[in-house]
């Protein structure tokens, strides 16, 4: 019985990475092409990079500095090919909102973490292509992680989370501009 459940693992393993390996796009990535035909990531090489730590109070996870994500986000996408520039209108904007709250007050030992990631570009409107208008291009719906986690774990699982999201957004860039 043992080893007809190890067979079945390993065959769902397989699967499992052999459909990864196929799309090789996020969810969000694969509506977009599925609606559009097109991914907006195509032909982007140059990003900025915004990163916002919300507090409900200051001293809620003060050692979570935004300026150290917005280093780590840097750093993950030129490693996976991107340029980082400063913002200015026709660079995409990559950015990073990490929210905590901390219901408990100072006591808590517990706090509620909400992690968003998104590229917003500027877009020209279809129905009349003159106006143009920054607009959120990546994910085409919401990435955000949310959870209630332990106060000591939730500076590593933001970090984590973040890391997650560039990881993200790399695999899609990548894949929309082979």
């Known amino acids: 019985m043992k080893r007809y459940w190890l067979l079945g693992s390993i065959v769902i393993g397989c699967v499992v990475l052999l459909t990864a390996a196929v799309w090789a796009v996020s969810p969000w990535e694969k509506r977009q092409i599925d609606n559009f035909g097109a991914s ?11 990163v916002r730590v919300a507090r409900d109070r200051p001293e809620t996870l003060s050692l979570l500095k935004q300026e150290d994500l917005r280093a780590e986000v840097e750093m993950a996408l030129q490693r996976g090919g991107l340029k980082i520039r400063r913002p200015t209108p026709g660079v995409g904007l990559y950015i990073v909102v990490a929210k905590v709250a901390t219901p408990g ?74």
């Open 105 to 178: 007050g100072r006591e808590a030992r517990t706090c509620a973490i909400h992690v968003q990631s998104s590229l917003l570009q500027v877009v020209h409107l279809s129905r009349d292509t003159t106006i143009r208008a920054e607009s959120q291009t990546w994910p085409s719906v919401g990435h955000g992680r949310f959870g209630v986690v332990n106060y000591g774990m939730a500076k590593s699982l933001i970090r984590q989370t973040v890391n997650d999201h560039a990881q993200d957004f790399i695999s899609d860039w990548k894949a929309a501009n082979r």
């Open 40 to 50: 907006t990531l195509k032909g982007l090489e140059t990003v900025a990079v915004e």
